[in-house]
């Protein structure tokens, strides 16, 4: 038997599609009651004074917290703060303070939505505003130092950069920007808080069980035990739910003052500001290379936007460190303070933009150089990482751009801008590399034998849509012996095993070696009681004489000789056999870097009299260790692509300075890629075995799919078109100026 790795369909498609799968707002609940957020209209100053009375004599209306009467909570509802990723500053009424547009500053609670959102219409709020930052070319004037970027340091130098200037035959130095963008998932952020005694449950959307419960005991002054929190289904996340925003307290802090459980929504227009995004980045970037193509130097700046609560960094340089053999090189990051909430996580943070900007420099230097977009990455193809001087636990990027350019039939492009056509579409083809790190954590698991042999196995993990249960159940399956139909995977619930954030792309990398090693640690006791049984055909066997297939135990040398697992849990008191284990990264990564990597072909067609750009075909190639299951995967892969696209040409959060609220907050006017946007998109999985990175050799997917994509899309319309468009989104306007 060996499931792992087939194209298994979803062992939760079913719930799903007919409505059964229970998402964090459907928790059908006694006395539920709906509280709805009041959000400030400035974007920085201080509340002069609320009028709520209007408000709380309204039909059905519970109360109505504010600064003004909401409870005082440790640290003034800062103790769980500076503990990413969950733990962030929130917004918690606890004093009359606003630091962006669209900032808690009330919460009504009603016997229904209607009557939460008719009254939170009639709340008054006066403001004494402040002048506030809200142009980043303005923030950016005074740039502020982080302290880090992720792990790492937030500056780094290598070899001399002058000299490597001054060595090189030629060089490009310019600048790209990408602004502002917003999550979007189809399930908005949800919270149901429950009171009982002194005991808060919590159904909530977010990639973070475990950490969700430590941030909002923290967070109130209590004991995390005292806390749980479900999720068994997330309806998109993409790093906005891998955080503990405010409502989720806030809805806490409402049922405790109402004694009954409250739901709390977010509506459209408040995912843009309460629970972050991507923010703004200016990159420039300076490739000097020799005659031959090698580079001799890099210089990458970034910029980023972040607020004036938190400091935020998209770490966009990080990916300029290990991509190429450089010998002299130089990054920096610095952060621009803006009135907005904080940034956080949005898929690939600092990879997706940095890779812009690194992909799209080397397209303009293979242009300077006459050379080929791929000759000369290749030229530039670092043996090992640059930046740690360790190995890679393995590198398939020769291998992608290899099958990657046969596929897209790269050999047939006339490298000559504006030199092909297809009737009056101008045809552009570009490439970029794509590469996200290899990332695991320490993960729980157990599994459970039950009386008719089948198995139980779970783990505090979180399911996004990524195919968590399905993959899950996979590998547990074949470490028990057992057919998927008889195993089932349980997941979401701090009740469980602990598991990391669902973010960084490592559930699988982590969960999945912790569930085989439940699996197996189960089976083995399975077996011991089965050799230590006179009643059992296999009574006195030699440990490695015993297999399990199927639902069997039998032994090799005698296959006659077996029974079902449920015969031997018959025998043990009908007592399901159970066990436990954790998987730990071990010191792999003192001795190894580890990374996905990836080639990514666009080809856009862009009309020659308006301007329009279409993508018909995107071919991308990918090596990213063992999938685990190649339909999931498959899903991940294009989800990211597609994701690409929309930051390549559609996303972007539009602001009106004066008051710096966003004016697109809704999915009419912040564009985002629907079915006919989208054309044929070739992904390929090259093969790759790598056992450094954990047992399973499996790599995270989820985050490698965007990278590379919106430096392809914008090399093919240079190439196309002639005009180098630096800032994204690409838009007509852009390319026909």
């Given amino acids: ?68 009467n909401a409870p ?32 808690p500053v009330a919460l009504v609670v009603a016997d229904t939505l209607e009557h939460a959102a008719a009254a939170a219409r009639q709340v008054r709020v006066s403001y004494q505003a402040e002048p506030a930052v809200t142009d980043f070319e303005q923030a950016k004037q005074h740039p502020v130092i982080p302290e880090k970027a992720k792990n790492a340091p937030a500056d780094t130098s290598r070899g001399n950069l002058e000299e490597g200037i001054a060595a090189a035959a030629t060089q490009i130095d310019v600048s790209y920007r990408t602004p502002m963008e917003h999550h979007n998932p189809m399930e908005p952020h949800a919270t149901i808080a429950v009171w009982e005694r002194d005991r808060l ?13 430590d941030t909002v005991a923290r967070t109130l002054g209590m004991a995390p035990d005292k806390v749980r929190v479900i999720c068994p289904y997330v309806g998109g996340g993409f790093g906005c739910k891998g955080s503990t925003w405010s409502h989720v307290v806030l809805a806490a802090m409402a049922a405790r003052r109402v004694g009954r459980p409250v739901k709390l929504a977010l509506e459209r227009p408040q995912m843009f500001g ?51 053999a450089v010998p002299n090189q130089q990054t920096t990051h610095r952060l621009a303070r803006l009135n907005i909430g904080t940034p956080t996580f949005m898929r690939a943070p600092g990879e997706a933009t940095g890779s812009f900007a690194l992909e799209c ?41 290899r099958v990657g350019a046969e596929r897209f039939g790269w050999a047939k492009r006339d490298p000559r801008p504006l030199a092909m056509r297809e009737g009056n579409a101008l045809v552009g083809m570009g490439v970029a590399s794509a590469t996200y790190p290899a990332n695991r954590s320490a993960a729980r698991a157990s ?94 066997a030699a440990r490695d004489d015993v297999s399990m297939e199927d639902g069997w135990l039998f032994l090799h040398s005698a296959p006659e000789r077996r029974e079902p697992y449920a015969a031997v849990v018959a025998r043990n008191g009908g007592r399901a056999v159970e066990a436990s284990a954790e998987a730990s990264p071990g010191d792999e990564k003192e001795e190894y870097s580890m990374h996905s990597f990836g080639a990514v072909f666009a080809e856009v067609h862009v009309d020659a009299e308006l301007g329009e750009i279409r993508v018909p075909r995107i071919v991308a190639a990918y090596g990213v260790g ?59 999985v090259v093969p790759e075995k790598d056992m450094h990175v954990n047992p399973l050799g499996a790599k995270g997917i989820g985050e490698i799919g965007i990278t590379g994509v919106a430096a392809a899309i914008a090399n093919a319309v240079y190439h196309a078109t002639g005009k180098r468009v630096r800032d994204l989104p690409i838009t007509l306007d852009k390319v026909l100026v």
């Fill in 201 to 213: 449950t919590l159904y909530d959307s977010t990639q973070y069980v475990s950490g969700d419960r």
């Fill in 361 to 401: 420099a080397m397209d303009e230097l293979a242009y300077e150089l006459k050379v080929d977009p791929i000759q000369l990455r290749l030229r530039n193809y670092a043996a090992r990482d640059p930046e740690k001087n360790k190995p890679w636990s393995s590198n398939a990027l020769g291998e992608c751009y």
């Fill in 72 to 103: 005082r909570l440790p640290a003034g509802g800062k103790a769980a703060a500076g503990r990413p990723p969950a733990g962030r500053v929130l917004n918690l009424l606890q004093d009359d303070k606003v630091y962006y547009n669209r900032q």
């Fill in 274 to 324: 309460p629970v972050g995004g991507r923010p703004n980045t200016e990159q420039r970037m300076l490739l000097a290379a020799a005659k031959d193509g090698a580079l001799t130097a890099m210089r990458h700046n970034v910029v980023a936007s972040t607020s004036f609560q938190e400091d935020w960094l998209e770490s966009s340089a990080m990916i300029s460190r290990m991509m190429y």
């Fill in 447 to 540: 599994a459970r034998i039950l009386a008719d042999g089948s198995a139980v196995v779970r783990s505090g993990t979180q399911e996004l849509g990524t195919g968590t249960y399905t993959v899950m159940t996979q590998v547990a399956a074949d470490a028990l012996g057992l057919p998927v139909s008889k195993v089932r995977f349980e997941l979401g619930d701090t009740m469980l095993p602990q598991a990391p954030v669902s973010g960084g792309s490592q559930t699988v990398a982590s969960v999945a070696p912790a569930v085989q090693a439940a699996a197996e640690a189960v089976g083995e006791k399975l077996i011991a009681l089965a050799i230590a049984d006179r009643r059992s055909p296999l009574a006195g």
């Fill in 626 to 684: 063992r999938l685990l299951n190649e339909k999931t995967g498959h899903s991940q892969l294009m989800g990211g692509v597609v994701w690409g696209v929309g930051m390549a040409l559609m996303e972007q959060t539009e602001y009106d300075l004066r008051y710096g609220r966003a004016v697109n907050a809704n999915l009419a006017e912040y564009h985002v890629p629907v079915n006919a946007d989208i054309g044929a998109i070739d992904i390929v």
């Fill in 1 to 68: 038997m060996n499931v792992t790795g087939q194209a298994l369909s979803r062992v939760d498609g079913i719930r799903k599609v007919t409505g059964s799968a229970t998402f964090a707002a459907e928790h059908k609940l006694p006395r539920l009651a709906h509280a709805v957020m009041v959000t400030s209209t400035i974007p920085g100053g201080r509340i002069s004074a609320i009028d709520s009375a209007a408000a709380e004599n309204m039909p059905g209306v519970l109360a109505v917290l504010s600064h003004r």
